[in-house]
């Protein structure tokens, strides 16, 4: 297989590889445009758990399929909670893929997370996707987060580090299965949206 050239990273976090200021402001308009079809097509919904608790964060997805949760647990699905299909997936969105995981197989799914200042992730695993061996690639858009990284099993030591607007991050390879979260957003780090917050979106090959 023939490698093509990579981007090289400011940063690797036990095995998880930070392309901090990937994105130049432009690009990041660019994108929160295009994010702004997808969610007049498919509007952000607050999901909620198997047990009925609501999550934090809104979301949404582009893509052949969606990531969501609901009582009946969570999934990838084909069609938003609303009943239409996914919008696809921008090419603004995709170049960033591109550019930071040229190996990896297209993406078909764009899961999309509004924090809101008060929002947060809990330590979870990414691993709903079919190819584990398939990389995640996530984007950070508007307010500074503090994204924590664990282990290949829940608890155990951790390290932080602080996710700013235009930074992309890969999990792949032995890191893939990493725990990780979101514990905190910082209110008015950034002034690209405009009523604040903080968007991330996550793309996988899901199927
Ligand atoms: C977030 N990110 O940054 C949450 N998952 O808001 C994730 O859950 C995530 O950043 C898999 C791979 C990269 C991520
Ligand atoms: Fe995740």
Known sequence: MVKKSELTPTMTIRGVTLFQGLLNRPEQVQILEDLREVARAAPF???????????????????????????????????????????????????????????????????????DPDARMGMHQDRDEADLDQPVVSISLGDDALFRIGNLTRGGKTESVWLKSGDALVMGGPARLVFHGIDRIRAGSSQLLPDGGRINLTLRVAR
């Open 45 to 115: 919904f607050r999901p909620v758990t198997s047990r009925g608790q609501q999550m934090s964060v809104r979301m949404t997805s582009a893509g052949a399929v969606g990531w969501i949760s609901d009582r009946k647990g969570y999934r990838y699905q084909d069609h938003h909670p609303d009943g239409q299909g996914w919008p696809r997936i921008p090419d603004s969105i995709l170049a960033v893929w591109t550019r930071v995981a040229p190996d990896a197989r297209e993406p078909d799914s764009c899961l999309v997370n509004f924090y």
